[in-house]
Antibody, heavy 119, light 108 residues
Framework: EVQLLDSGGGLVQPGGSLRLSCAAS????????MNWIRQAPGKGLEWVAN????????YYADSVQGRFIISRDNAKNSISLQMNSLKVEDTAVYYC????????????WGQGTLVTVSS | ENVLTQSPATLSLSPGERATLSCRAT??????LAWYQQKPGQAPRLLIY???NRATGIPARFSGSGSGTDFTLTISSLEPEDSAVYYC??????????FGGGTKVEIK
């Protein structure tokens, strides 16, 4: 059974940093791209970033480009999202999600971790 | 601009009724069109991928169809547990994943 366990959320002041983690199990981790998706309170879903199979390339939404860094550790079956220069509008539940084998579809999601950016 | 517009915003139906949810794109979509279900306080769950393929464990009452710019999620006979927000999603040229704004399905 695929399991994705998100962690690392919390309250941070504007301009601060936070690091999210996602521990994966139940599937051949090195075979799938991984993603971060976020959902602001009461709003819809927004793709944030994804990372390729060996972690050498990350891709980002324009809204986080230059502030967030996605990474993966294939030895530990995990991905991370380093979030810097946080803004109030980054407040959201952040989900890690696994790509479907076909790609560009998210077939398994973590439970989410809440990030609140507020003074 | 790659936008997915979902309609209606809210759908209120009784158990046993048929629900038809629309997802319209501003540009032609390839077959990377998916649907997700999200219940309050839960993560989204993949229902349909590749326009019309049900994900593992998804009941047969959920079906997807469409092509080009117009896609539909149909729930053939609503169950009380189908109360949720439903999102469509496509592959994008800029961001690789683009979501629609969602349709809320309420069961009377």
């Amino acid at each position: 059974e695929v399991q994705l366990l998100d962690s690392g959320g919390g309250l941070v002041q504007p301009g601060g940093s936070l690091r999210l983690s996602c521990a994966a199990s139940g599937f051949p981790f090195t075979t799938y791209w991984m993603n971060w998706i976020r959902q602001a309170p009461g709003k819809g879903l927004e793709w944030v970033a994804n990372v390729n199979l060996d972690g050498s390339e990350g891709y980002y939404a324009d809204s986080v480009q230059g502030r967030f860094i996605i990474s993966r550790d294939n030895a530990k079956n995990s991905i991370s999202l380093q979030m810097n220069s946080l803004k109030v509008e980054d407040t959201a539940v952040y989900y890690c999600a696994k790509d479907h084998i076909r790609g560009w579809t998210l077939d398994s999601w973590g439970q989410g971790t809440l990030v609140t950016v507020s003074s | 601009e790659n936008v997915l517009t979902q309609s209606p915003a809210t759908l209120s139906l009784s158990p046993g009724e048929r629900a038809t949810l629309s997802c319209r794109a501003t540009v032609i979509v390839d077959n990377y069109l998916a649907w997700y279900q999200q219940k309050p306080g839960q993560a989204p769950r993949l229902l349909i991928y590749g326009v019309s393929n049900r994900a593992t464990g998804i009941p047969a009452r959920f079906s997807g169809s469409g092509s080009g710019t117009d896609f539909t999620l149909t729930i053939s006979s609503l169950e009380p547990e189908d109360s949720a927000v439903y999102y469509c999603q496509r592959r994008g040229g800029g961001p690789p994943v683009i979501f629609g704004g969602g349709t809320k399905v309420e069961i009377k």
